[in-house]
């Protein structure tokens, strides 16, 4: 089995850096802003097993700022990205709940 990559939560910012395989095991939905969160994880997918969780918000792929992007702009750049999709997210579950 090929590991999930690096991660890395940069507390002060409430942000998770995150290199995941494809496929990413993510479900988005688009908000009012344009922003998309992750609504579902799909159990024991690479994204469930790098930590991301329903609630996360997405800000980059690929080091490019994809907020108020919207869905189809963020899918085609997760699409274009080779088989390792470097993700940052703004940190929206608690992980001690």
Do not use: H, W, Y
């Not at 918000?57 to 470097?86: F, H, S, T, W, Y």
């Not at 940190?91 to 709940?97: D, K, Q, T």
């Amino acid at each position: 089995m090929v590991g999930t990559g690096f991660s890395f939560v940069d507390e002060s910012r409430d942000q998770f850096l995150v290199s995941l395989q494809k496929p990413l095991g993510i479900i988005l939905e688009e908000r009012n802003s344009g922003d998309c969160e992750i609504v579902e994880i799909i159990p024991e997918s690479n994204a469930a097993l790098a930590g991301l969780c329903p609630g996360d918000i997405l800000l980059a792929v690929q080091n490019a700022d994809v907020r108020e992007r919207g869905l189809d702009e963020i899918m085609k750049r997760i699409q274009a990205a080779p088989r390792v999709v470097n993700l940052r997210v703004q940190r929206g579950c608690n992980l001690l709940e």
